[in-house]
Nanobody, 122 residues
Framework: QVQLVESGGGLVQAGGSLRLSCAAS????????MGWYRQAPGKQRELVAT???????NYADSVKGRFTISGDNAKRTVYLQMDSLKPDDTAVYYC????????????????WGQGTLVTVSS
């Protein structure tokens, strides 16, 4: 069982920045990929950005050029640097990790963080 602890959310004015972090509680497994998702009021959860253990990244069109996802394999932590924030970025942000027991193991598992609230005021 893997637990994820998120931090870094808060209230910021439009144009400001925040940095989210998500740390895994266990070190005895292999991480395939980690990502950030968000759910705005009245909307479904959507993908924001993902990063593989090899460093390959993917971003939603709405955040390209403004958000940067990065990871620290040693710390088993993923970050989301959010710059030029807009009111539309207001949402609960969730960290997700895809993991397996060891490299090459059959089957993978997903774990979700508890969510951290980001509020961007105009």
């Amino acid at each position: 069982q893997v637990q994820l602890v998120e931090s870094g959310g808060g209230l910021v004015q439009a144009g400001g920045s925040l940095r989210l972090s998500c740390a895994a509680s266990r070190r005895d497994y292999t991480i395939d990929a980690m990502g950030w998702y968000r759910q705005a009021p009245g909307k479904q959860r959507e993908l924001v950005a993902t990063i593989t253990s090899g460093g390959s990244t993917n971003y939603a069109d709405s955040v390209k050029g403004r958000f940067t996802i990065s990871g620290d394999n040693a710390k088993r932590t993923v970050y989301l640097q959010m710059d030029s924030l807009k009111p539309d970025d207001t949402a609960v942000y969730y960290c997700k990790v895809k993991w397996r027991l060891r490299p090459g193991a059959t089957g993978s598992f997903d774990a979700w963080g508890q969510g951290t609230l980001v509020t961007v005021s105009s």
